[in-house]
């Protein structure tokens, strides 16, 4: 089992989940965050801190988020390593609850 970045990261990019991260599985990208999840050992600490509930548990994802399990598991092999908490992107606050965000995902 594993949690997964979801869709509402996408622009917003909030780190303050990695801050609490135990074993370091989040990944980084140009405007969203990444689990790996053969890393995350499901203590589920990062859910609770993301401040646009983009975090969830792989059990809890809705039949449209589904793919976010892959795209995390693909993206977390290739972006770099996030140890730190850094500032959410500028206009974070406006992209928060946006519908149809997939197509802005920079890889």
Known sequence: MTFVVTENCIKCKHTDCVEVC???CFY????????????C??????????????ILAEEELSEDQ??????????????????????PLPDAKQ?????????Y???
């Open 41 to 54: 050992i499901d203590c589920g600490l990062c859910e609770p801190e993301c401040p646009v509930d983009a």
């Open 95 to 103: 992209w928060d609850g946006a519908p149809d965000k997939l197509k």
């Open 28 to 39: 980084e990208g140009p405007n969203f965050l990444a689990i790996h999840p053969d890393e």
């Open 22 to 24: 135990p074993v370091d």
């Open 105 to 107: 995902l920079e890889r």
């Open 66 to 87: 589904q793919q976010f399990l892959q795209i995390n598991d693909e993206l977390a092999r290739e972006w770099p390593n996030i140890t730190q908490k850094q500032e």
